[in-house]
C-alpha cells in the first residue's frame, strides 16, 4: 500500500485530535506533543435488528423495588426517632449555650457602663474643686506681660 491509501485509511477508521496541554515550565516542556488517536466505530444495522431491539425496549420489564420487612420498617422509624431526639438535645445545647453567651456579654457590658460613669463622675469632681478666680482680666494681663523666670541649667549632667 501506498502512503496516502494508509493516510486514508487512518482518516476513515480514526480521529487525530491535539491534547489539551497542561501549564508547565518551560525548561520541562516537552517540544513535541503526544498525539491521540480515537477510534471511530461504524455500525450498519439491518432493518430487522433495528425491529428486534425496538421491541427489546417495549419488552424490558420495569424494575420493581424490593419491599421491606417488617422488621427493616421498624428499624427505619426507631433510627428517625432517635434522629429527632439527638437533633432537639443539639438544639437545647446551642439555646443554652447562646443565653451563656448573652448574659456574659451583658455582665460585661454592665460592668464597662459602670465604669465609664466613675470616670464621668471623677472628672465633675474635679473641675468641681477647681475654684473660681474673681481677680479681674487686667491684673491676669500684667502678670501675664512679665517676663518668665528662668532656671540656671545645670553646668554638668551626670548619666
Known amino acids: 500500500m501506498s502512503e496516502t491509501d494508509e493516510i486514508d485509511l487512518l482518516e476513515e477508521k480514526e ?3 491535539k491534547p489539551i496541554k497542561k501549564p508547565i515550565k518551560k525548561a520541562f ?17 439491518s432493518e430487522s435488528e433495528t425491529e428486534s ?16 420487612t ?24 446551642a439555646k443554652r449555650l447562646a443565653a451563656f453567651d448573652k448574659a456574659a456579654l451583658e455582665e460585661k457590658v454592665v460592668k464597662k457602663a459602670i465604669s465609664i460613669k466613675k470616670k464621668q463622675i471623677k472628672k465633675q469632681s474635679a473641675l468641681d474643686e477647681i ?29
Open 53 to 68: 431491539e425496538e421491541e427489546k425496549e417495549v419488552v424490558a420489564p420495569i424494575k420493581v423495588k424490593k419491599e421491606r
Open 131 to 159: 475654684s473660681d478666680d474673681d481677680t479681674p482680666i487686667e491684673k491676669v494681663k500684667e502678670i501675664a506681660k512679665r517676663p518668665p523666670i528662668v532656671k540656671p541649667k545645670p553646668a554638668f549632667n551626670f548619666l
Open 15 to 17: 480521529v487525530i485530535e
Open 29 to 45: 516542556e516537552n517540544p513535541l506533543p503526544k498525539v491521540v488517536l480515537k477510534k471511530k466505530v461504524m455500525v450498519t444495522l
Open 70 to 93: 417488617q422488621k427493616q420498617k421498624d428499624a427505619f422509624e426507631r433510627c428517625i426517632l432517635k434522629k429527632k431526639e439527638c437533633a432537639s438535645k443539639r438544639n437545647d445545647d
